[in-house]
């Protein structure tokens, strides 16, 4: 692999996601990931996380890699110029193979959107826009942080296509991502109603016993 100067070059997100995994370590450190793509911007990690999130790891790794979505979304929210994570979240560590098989999962799809995305809707990649998706994004990434089975994948995708849409200026991609989210609330509310009648029932149930 190319000894690459990861703060400035302008390789394709896809070329990205393969050279963080080709490297011979064993463990794949948040803060290489950070800097990997520490010239671009909060769209590129936010894309990122959310795309790996999204995907089957190993139990408690969202517990890691949703603290970067979490903090990238209350910056958006913040309007700061830089991004800023701790040192002990950069120091956390996945399995470099599980990446690898992940990122290998979703490289085909990702080249080709990248081929068919280009800035439109400016609008919706506005200031003002991004601070919206950057409250938004930050329920979903506590939602991700959840140590609950199979909740991650939805909201984490969500905040994927939200990031990748800031990342090419693409307005069509957050207007998906801003559909995504009103399909999610839509359907926990649903969800709520459904689980709240059946605690109805099971209490009216259980005061019938007595």
Avoid: H
Avoid at 23 to 52: H, I, M, Q, S, T
Avoid at 104 to 126: G, N, V, W
Avoid at 138 to 152: G, K, Q
């Amino acid at each position: 692999m190319p000894d690459y100067d990861y703060q400035s070059d302008d390789r394709p997100f896809s070329r990205v996601l393969e050279d963080i995994g080709a490297k011979p370590d064993p463990k794949l450190y948040l803060g290489e990931v950070v800097n990997a793509f520490g010239e671009r911007a909060f769209g590129a990690l936010l894309l990122v996380f959310g795309l790996l999130n999204a995907l089957p790891l190993p139990p408690g790794a969202t517990a890691v890699l949703g603290i970067p979505l979490l903090l990238l979304s209350v910056q958006l929210v913040l309007r700061t110029d830089q991004l800023w994570l701790p040192r002990w979240a950069l120091k956390r560590s996945i399995d470099r193979a599980g990446y690898r098989k992940s990122a290998a999962r979703i490289s085909r799809p990702i080249r080709a959107i990248e081929r068919l995305s280009q800035p439109r809707l400016l609008l919706l990649t506005s200031p003002v826009s991004e601070t919206a998706i950057g409250l938004v994004c930050t329920l979903l990434a506590v939602i991700v942080m959840l140590p609950l089975w199979s909740t991650n994948m939805f909201p984490a995708f969500t905040i994927a296509v939200f990031g990748f849409g800031m990342m090419q200026r693409d307005g069509v991609a957050v207007l998906l991502g801003w559909l995504a989210t009103a399909g999610y609330a839509l359907f926990l509310v649903l969800a709520w109603r459904i689980i709240e009648g059946l605690l109805r029932a099971a209490w009216a149930w259980a005061g019938g016993l007595f």
